[in-house]
């Protein structure tokens, strides 16, 4: 049985725009949380807490603990006069699905009442932890980052590799999986939907594409942006020679439309699957066409890489992860679109309907079997830590563990002990950003010149330059 997560009920905590994972939250009163102030450890922030801030901190607290068991349909939630209440087995539960290693349970110190009284903060980093793994446990709306990290847990446990393109024809299975993270790349860099906003600074509504709602379509095969410009200045864009319809090419850049080499890069953005594009066929006459061809040939390539993903988690639960593989062995259809509805097939045949998770406790190997499987922090695929995160972390230790530092506020009498725990340790590197606002530093991450973050081993320079801001977000 499936273990679903809906991730809108923790909507007010992932969404919440707080750039440093140090920062403690609290609710802000209008359905969300907002910044109370950089955690600097808990021998800092332990002798500053006021019985106000501690209220505050248990507030929160039992808003996220609620937010959680909303979005696993968990039982054992009660609110009576204004007072939240969570039974014993609903905190059993929670910390079965989410392992020990991420849920802290001790944090939340619920009493016998069912209250919680800790008092201690809740950090946006706690928050993050708690939400990856639920994400990963459970059973979510399609997300193609999400669903790439289940999918490497695959890879991992069945030892599928890079395979060269002759191993992946044969029928192990295994090869279907490859043909999943295809897909999912192509869902990722190759096809992007587009949907009418209202532009904030015109009012007017605007066509925006995939996720990240960017005004230029970038997919492999989208209509022509410089046709519908001169269209709208009241131009005749065919006089002009811009053609209605562009396919990428291979050096970047577009060229206008042809149906067969349409064809022939789709197939190479997908592996050479047939898809019946037919279904949804592209007209000339018909500007609306480009856009309804990318909706279906979207969804049957979502369909079939959330169907593989899905269904090997839930067979592995039902103990039918072999039967599963069996299946896979002997071929799931000729076209995209077959292979989907065998596979959904084979679920609804083999596998127990979902059913709302209850308040009902897990075996000892269910609960190993979901920490080893969710594992967030596998080294093999977690990302380098930030920068900022390592030096927090060497001198929230020292704080911690040596009475000499608490009272030191320069970098020089940090530097030398931090660099030698963290110099030659590949990191995600930041640059600190001075924010007059919450007068305190913020870490942006350093780009290439592909814009992706650089990860290298720290320098000395590296850790001077964010130990710094560091120490002065730490001591005010």
Not at 78 to 92: I, K, L, P, W
Request: glycine content about 8%; proline content about 3%; hydrophobic content about 35%.
């Amino acid at each position: 049985m499936a273990i679903q997560f809906d991730i809108s009920k923790v909507a007010m905590f992932r969404n919440a725009t707080i750039a440093n994972e140090n920062t403690k939250v609290n609710l802000d009163g209008n359905g969300g949380i907002m910044s109370a102030g950089l955690y600097e450890g808990r021998f800092t922030d332990w002798r500053h807490r006021t019985d106000r801030q501690r209220t505050s901190n248990n507030e929160v607290r039992t808003a996220f603990l609620k937010a959680l068991g909303q979005a696993f349909n968990l039982q054992g939630i009660t609110e009576e006069n204004g007072a939240v209440r969570f039974s014993e087995q609903f905190m059993d539960r929670l910390q079965q699905i989410l392992g020990n290693d991420v849920f802290k349970r001790g944090d939340f110190d619920v009493g016998n009442d069912g209250i919680v009284k800790s008092g201690r903060p809740l950090t946006k980093r706690r928050i993050e932890a708690i939400i990856n793994k639920a994400v990963m446990v459970g059973k979510t709306d399609f997300n193609v980052d999400i669903y790439m990290k289940k999918l490497q847990v695959i890879k991992k446990e069945q030892g599928i590799g890079d395979m060269p393109l002759d191993e992946l024809k044969t029928k192990t299975g295994k090869n279907l999986f490859l043909l999943a993270e295809k897909c999912l790349n192509f869902l990722k860099n190759d096809i992007f939907l587009g949907k009418t906003v209202l532009d904030k600074e015109t009012g007017k509504a605007v066509m925006v594409y995939g996720p990240k709602e960017e005004k230029k379509d970038k997919s492999f095969m989208r209509l022509n942006p410089d046709y519908m410009d001169l269209l709208d200045s009241g131009s005749d864009p065919e006089k002009h020679g811009y053609s209605k319809f562009q396919l990428r090419a291979k050096g970047g850049g577009y060229v206008p439309f042809d149906a067969n080499a349409k064809d022939k890069l789709q197939k190479e953005l997908t592996f050479n699957e047939l898809i019946h594009t037919e279904k949804a066929k592209i007209d000339e006459e018909d500007l609306g066409s480009v856009e309804r061809q990318k909706r279906y040939i979207a969804s049957i390539v979502q369909q079939f890489a959330q169907e593989m993903i899905d269904i090997y988690f839930e067979a592995k639960e039902s103990g039918k992860l072999d039967n599963f593989m069996g299946f896979l062995s002997g071929g799931v259809g000729a076209c995209l679109e077959d292979k989907g509805m065998h596979l959904e097939n084979w679920r609804k045949k083999n596998l127990k309907a979902n059913e709302p998770i209850q308040g009902e406790q897990m075996t000892k190997e269910e609960i190993a079997e979901l920490e080893r499987v969710a594992d967030l922090r596998d080294e093999a695929f977690a990302p380098p830590p930030k920068t900022s995160d390592l030096v927090y972390g060497v001198i929230n230790s020292l704080y911690k563990t040596d009475e000499t530092f608490r009272d030191k506020e320069d970098w020089k009498d940090f530097a030398d002990i931090v660099k030698e725990k963290l110099r030659g340790k590949t990191a995600q590197i930041e640059t600190p950003v001075w924010n007059d606002e919450r007068d305190q530093y913020d870490f942006a991450p350093l780009l290439d010149i592909k814009d992706n973050p650089v990860e290298r081993p720290l320098t000395d320079e590296d850790i001077d330059e964010i130990g710094r801001a560091c120490l002065k977000n730490a001591i005010g």
